[in-house]
Every structure is written in C-alpha cells, then in structure tokens.
C-alpha cells in the first residue's frame, strides 16, 4: 500500500534537533557529528546497513542507551527547545514525554489491563476510572481494543506476537506521549502483522512524531514522510523520503537502496 | 570420494554399544548406591527413634532420664533462632542482591566483590562460629543469646541468600526492564513493579533452602557456647536458649543406650521441620513460576 505523501509547509516544528552528536561505546566511536533536524507530526525513518548507529541514535535519543556500560556522549540534542543532556533535565521527565517500542515484543508479564496501566501507575494515576479510560483509549489508538476488550485480565504473554507488539505500542500511548521511537518494532513479527503496525504508524503520526528504525527499506518508503540514511556512525543522507528513494544525491545511498550493499 | 567408510563403522558398532551401556550400569549404582545409604538411615533413626515421639517428649525439658527427656526448649529455641535469622539474612541478603543486580556498575572492585561472595558460601561453619564469637558475643558483650546466635546463623547463610537472589534477579529479562525506564519510571519503581515480581519465587526458595540450612548447623552454636541442659524458655532475643542439632548432638554423645533413642527421636523431629521448609520451598516455585 503506498501512502501519498502530502508536502508538509516548510514551517512545521522541529521536535528534535541533533547538533553535532558524538557518540562513544569505550573507544569505539558509534556517532559522528550527527546533525538532524527531526520535525513534528511526520513519520521520519532510519536507514542503514547494520552496525551503522541507527539503534544507538534512536536510543540515545531517549538516554536510554545510557544503560550500556561505557556510553560517553558529545554535541547536543534538543528537544522542543531544551537540551536532553541538561544536568536538571532528569531521564524520567524526558522518557515521560518520549515512549518507546522495542525490537522484540516486551510486555510485562502481568495482565492486559495492569501492562497498559503501567506507565499512568508510575507517574500517580491511581483513580480506577481514569486508568480504565485510559486503557481503552489507549488500546483503541493502537487497533487492538476490539481484539483484547473482553480478556483484559488475562496475561500479555497469551497474545500473539504481533499482538504483544501492538499492547506495547498501546503501552507507551497510554503515558500520553509527544514522541514515539520505534526500534525495528516489526522485525520480529510475520508479514501480517507487520502491515498491521505499518497502518497503526500511519494512524498514528496524526497525534505524535515518530522516529522508526528500520532494516526493511520497503518499509521506510511506505510508511516514512521523511528517510536518513546512516552508514558507519555518519548521516550520508536526508530527505523527502520520495527523495531519497527516487532520487538519491549521495552514490552511497543509492547503492545502498538498490540493494548493492547492506 | 566417501570419507565414511560403511564396514568400519559397522565394526565399531558394537563396542560402541558396550561402552555406552557400561556407563549406564556405572551410573544407575551411584544413585542406586546414594538412595540406599538414605534409605538405611531413615530405616535406622525411624525404627530407633518412632517409640518416644510422644505428647510428653514435645512437652519435656531435657533430662537426666531417657524416658523423660524432652525436646521442648531445643524446639521452641530453634524457632526464636529462625525468628530472628530469617529476617536478618532476607533483609541483608536480598538487599544486597538488589544493589549488586541493579544499582551497582561493572567494575572491577565489584567483579572482585561478587567472586568472593560466592567464596565466602565455601566458608567451613565453624569460621562463622568464632567470627560469631568475636564480634557477637564478645565485642557486643551479646552472651550466648538468640540474638549473637542469630546473627552469626544471618552470616552463614547470607551468601548463599546473596547468589540465590542475584541468580533470581539475572534471570529477569532485560527487555522487561528497558520497557519499564522506556516510560519514565525510576530505578527504584522499576525494581519493585518489574524486577521483584518476577524474581520473588527464586528468591524465596532460595532463602528457605539457606535457612533450613541454618536450622540444621551445629557447629557455629559449639562455638558460641550455646548450652544444651536448660530448663526454661527463653522469653526474648537477649535470652539463652539451645537448639535442636545441640540438643541430637548432646544426646547422641551420651553413654547410656536409651539415649541413642531418644536423639533418633529428635532427629525426626528436624528432619520433619527441614522437609516441611523445603516442601514451602518448592510449593512456591511452582505455583509463582512465571514464563517468559
């Protein structure tokens, strides 16, 4: 299904702005001056051959890969305005604002209900009418409400895994989120259940910017406004997504896209 | 060109066969053998030992008189001993687990921390004992109470407490743990909402098996100076008490031949007391088990 691009006016948001990011694992060097600016209410897709940073920017820009042992970062990433790396920008305020979904399907293994009404739980939502709102409201965003609506204290791990996918992308709507990052959410799903994902992106980029990794270049042409392509830690390209698929600039990329490498 | 060669392997076929059913036989008569000796000690201590279990022998105080002789301050002394080193050792124990799991980072003073955790499991009891000693009953002027006991017991078993819990936490994915930061929650909600649940039944049944560990040591008591003729309860932590293996060890050592009875009488009794821990123990493995 190919999605019409619709031109965006050149004054949309920039939620994200990455200036001159360098990134470090010990001493291998994963990011290198990385500028990107990443604009709101678009679906901007990531490119790359594996090992290319691709995961490590999506995951640095929630901090989360400051969970790897070793991480030391430079430059600077802005999100709506403020400087993520801040000393009094706390993680929890950011991660708050930025939900995440993974490569592989991650629910916890608890119920249906009690997965959804995590993150509200966290942040103090304990009104049991407010959390059953948004359990709906937030299975609903994610196309699996009519699925899951007569079964929500059985446990996620009784779901298929394309449905575990969308009960974790359900989860990280239900923190009402400005941002999504997706992981290559769909890599470890069947065809199926990835056109289902790919729809809900769709769906979703009404309400929310989403940033997607992706190994699959069909899928960044189908569902992205906007494509970066990495290749070695460096952004070799990005562009219109239509842009970068039909009309490449760099010959890394082109070779990359029509399947010469990676 | 065929590297196999049909007719030697065909050849070989046989002795192959032999040897691999030469090392079952071996094997079937370890265990056959470990089962055997279990099952002549139980055979032993019931027959000796089933003739004085009575309502008087849980009654009685320990005694001159074989017929007499009870088990009653060595029973309920065990128990103040658990009540005091079961929460001692799960506190410390799994607080530890939790800050080595999840707080601290991978360096080297904490690799060299963990490896002599797991050394110290391999510590002989009787090293507890006078480090109990030192530091419970003499520097901390405690006497032979349940509490220097207690805490020595806590020592003993806390690092087996320690890699039992650690071993429960590891197994935790990590994926269910990014989930939970992926949202903004803190460390320490993370660890209670996510890592705890699931890491609970390992925990648990570790601890159980560490203490009924603790309820079956008798040298660290030796040590302590524990005694074993005491006609009275103990009415808090600071009293002196005995307990159950003191009290098996003081009988079995005893000349009259009436009193070899009478410890296979309390050997029943803390057998019963560690199947029944250990039964808790596997009870709650099965029924929290979760699956990932």
């Not at chain 1, 969970?67 to 990433?77: A, F, Y």
């Not at chain 1, 270049?217 to 970068?244: H, P, W």
Request: hydrophobic residues 45%.
């Amino acid at each position: 299904m190919v999605q019409q691009i619709d031109k965006k006016p050149e004054t949309t948001q920039i939620v994200y702005d990455t200036k001159g990011l360098n990134l470090w694992y010990g001493t291998n060097h994963a990011l290198k001056n990385i500028d990107l600016p990443i604009y709101e209410n678009e679906v901007t897709a990531i490119i790359g051959p594996s090992g290319c940073g691709k995961s490590t920017y999506i995951k640095t820009l929630n901090r989360m890969v400051e969970l790897t042992q070793g991480v030391k970062t430079s430059g600077e990433i802005h999100y709506r305005g403020r400087n993520i790396f801040d000393k009094d920008y706390t993680v929890e305020e950011l991660r708050t604002k930025v939900g995440m979904v993974f490569q592989k399907p991650n629910p916890f293994p608890k119920s249906i209900y009690d997965n959804i009404a995590y993150g509200p739980r966290i942040h103090g939502i304990k009104n049991k009418k407010i959390l059953d709102e948004i359990v709906e409201k937030s299975l609903r965003g994610a196309a699996i409400w009519d699925e899951v609506k007569d079964r929500l204290s059985t446990n996620a791990y009784s779901l298929s895994g394309g449905q575990q996918q969308r009960i974790c992308i359900a989860r990280a709507l239900a923190i009402e989120p400005d941002v999504i990052l997706m992981d290559e959410p769909t890599s470890a799903l069947d065809p199926i259940s990835t056109l289902k994902v790919e729809e809900l992106v769709q769906e979703l980029k009404k309400d929310y910017s989403i940033i997607i990794v992706t190994h699959n270049m069909q899928q960044a042409g189908r569902i992205s406004d906007k494509t970066a392509f990495f290749l070695n830690g460096e952004v070799v390209e990005y562009d219109e997504t239509n842009v970068i698929f039909s009309n490449p600039s760099d010959q890394r990329t082109e070779d990359y896209i029509s399947g010469r490498f990676g | 060109m065929r590297y196999m060669n049909n007719e030697a392997v065909m050849k070989k076929m046989n002795s192959r066969k032999i040897v691999n059913l030469i090392f079952k036989g071996i094997f079937l008569f370890a265990t056959i053998l470990a089962l055997m000796t279990l099952a002549v000690l139980f055979y032993r201590i019931l027959s000796q030992g089933i003739g004085y279990l009575s309502w008087d022998f849980f009654n009685n105080f320990a005694s001159r008189f074989p017929e007499k002789a009870g088990i009653k301050a060595a029973l309920i002394g065990s128990i103040w001993l658990m009540a005091v080193v079961a929460p001692v050792s799960m506190f410390l124990g799994i607080g530890s687990a939790i800050y080595l799991e999840e707080y601290a980072k991978k360096n080297k003073i904490n690799d060299f921390i963990r490896v002599n955790i797991s050394n110290l499991a391999g510590v002989p009891s009787v090293v507890f004992g006078l480090l109990g000693l030192t530091i419970f009953v003499r520097a901390l002027a405690l006497g032979n109470s349940v509490l220097a006991a207690g805490f020595t017991m806590s020592l003993l078993i806390l690092p087996v407490i320690i890699v039992a819990s650690q071993e429960a936490i590891r197994a935790v994915p990590s994926e269910v743990r990014a989930a939970s930061y992926g949202m903004g929650a803190t460390k320490w909600q993370t660890i209670t909402r996510v890592v705890l649940p699931s890491a609970i039944p390992g925990i648990l049944t570790g601890s159980i098996l560490a203490l009924s560990r603790a309820i079956g040591e008798t040298a660290p008591l030796v040590v302590i100076g524990v005694p074993v003729i005491i006609q009275f309860l103990p009415s808090g932590v600071f009293d002196t008490f005995t307990a159950l293996p003191m009290q098996i060890y003081d009988w079995a050592k005893r000349p009259q031949a009436d009193f070899q009875n009478v410890a296979s009488a309390g050997i029943i009794v803390l057998m019963s007391v560690l199947l029944l821990m250990n039964s808790v123990a596997i009870l709650i493995r099965n029924k929290f088990q979760k699956r990932y």
